[in-house]
């Protein structure tokens, strides 16, 4: 979008985020229980809200009446971002969530809360190839009415993937970002899982028993022959997540100025090919080449 965006510690960020960020710097307490879900916008934030909440709620609801994050009055979501709780740089008490409270944010790890850092929560960082992650932002992009852009305005796609390409973008740059998670996870694998949106995509089972295991819940084998594992796919499937009626709605704009439909597009692998041009897919391998060799983290 043409929306203005603030560099602030090598990290670009819509106004009301800065401030969200700076105020949940200041306010935000973790406590030990707490599971932070990190994203960049458009890598399948809301999938993974649904599939960590799903896995961590099993037990109370049965998997047919698995509620999605979304599906809820407050403004925020079961898993409300972290930045957005702060926007308005009030302190609302979040302590009385019942545990384990699930918070999902877009923000580097130098940047988050302290207390996230030296308590013993969790993290579970989604990466995504950035070619989806742009193809996404830009439908993703057409729909957003902020204070900033009211209008909705778009500018033009080549403008907008030199920046991206650049890192001037939500929450960017994505390389650093990733890189940044990607090494914590190598570092110490207890406290950051780090995941892709296309291993998900690929063996949703395995991964699911990944994020069960790394918060201290894996599945059982008499869940797994029962079937919990498989229910907790496909009740966060694309399909059955975007055709809950919710989710189908216009009007909702439960989460910002966007419906629970705008967060449902596509959901694939490699949309890019329908949508980069060769030049620009030489222009961000070349940027991805240079920005992720050394770390080994490639996509499919
Ligand atoms: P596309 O625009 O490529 O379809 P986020 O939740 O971080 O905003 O990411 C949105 C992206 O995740 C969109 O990608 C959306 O379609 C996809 N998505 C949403 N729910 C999904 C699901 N259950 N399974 C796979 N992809 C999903």
């Known amino acids: 979008t043409s929306d203005l ?3 602030y510690n090598g ?3 819509a106004p009301e985020d800065l401030e969200g960020i700076l105020a949940a710097q200041q306010h935000f307490q ?3 229980t707490d599971i932070i879900l990190v994203t960049t916008p458009k890598s399948g934030t ?4 649904s599939l960590v ?3 961590t709620n099993r037990k109370q609801y049965t998997v047919s009446d698995q509620i999605h994050p979304l599906l809820t009055t407050n403004p925020h979501g079961i898993v409300p971002f972290i930045e957005q709780i702060y926007y308005d740089n009030t302190n609302p008490d979040v302590s009385h969530i019942p545990s384990p409270r699930l918070f999902a944010t877009h923000v580097s790890y130098t940047m ?4 996230i850092k030296t308590t013993k929560c969790r993290i579970i960082y989604l990466c995504r190839n950035p070619k989806d992650i742009f193809v996404s932002m830009r439908h993703f992009g057409a729909k957003i009415i902020s204070p900033t852009n009211p209008a ?3 500018i033009p796609v080549e403008e907008a993937f030199n920046k991206f390409c650049r890192g001037v973008t939500w929450f960017g740059p994505f390389w650093e970002q990733a890189l940044e998670y990607c090494e914590l996870s190598l570092e110490n694998p207890d406290k950051v899982l780090f995941l892709k949106y296309e291993d998900l995509k690929g063996d949703i089972i395995s991964q699911l028993k990944k994020i069960a ?8 084998l008499k869940e797994e022959t029962e079937g919990v594992i498989d229910g907790i796919a496909r009740m966060c499937s694309f399909e059955h997540l975007s055709n809950l009626e919710v989710n189908k709605v216009t009007g909702v704009r439960s989460l910002w100025m966007v419906d629970n439909k705008d967060f449902f597009r596509k959901g694939e692998v490699g949309d890019w090919k329908n949508h980069l041009t060769d030049s620009m897919v030489e222009q961000i391998d070349q940027v991805v080449e240079q920005k992720l060799h050394c770390s080994g983290l490639t996509f499919k």
Do not use: M, N, R
Request: contains cysteine; proline residues 6%; glycine residues 4%.
């Open 152 to 154: 909705c305005q778009l």
């Open 11 to 13: 990290f670009w960020y």
């Open 46 to 49: 809301t999938w993974l809200k």
């Open 5 to 7: 965006l603030y560099l």
């Open 53 to 55: 909440f799903s896995i």
């Open 30 to 32: 973790a406590q030990d």
């Open 213 to 220: 295991v790394h918060l201290g819940c894996p599945f059982s």
């Open 112 to 115: 988050l809360p302290e207390s």
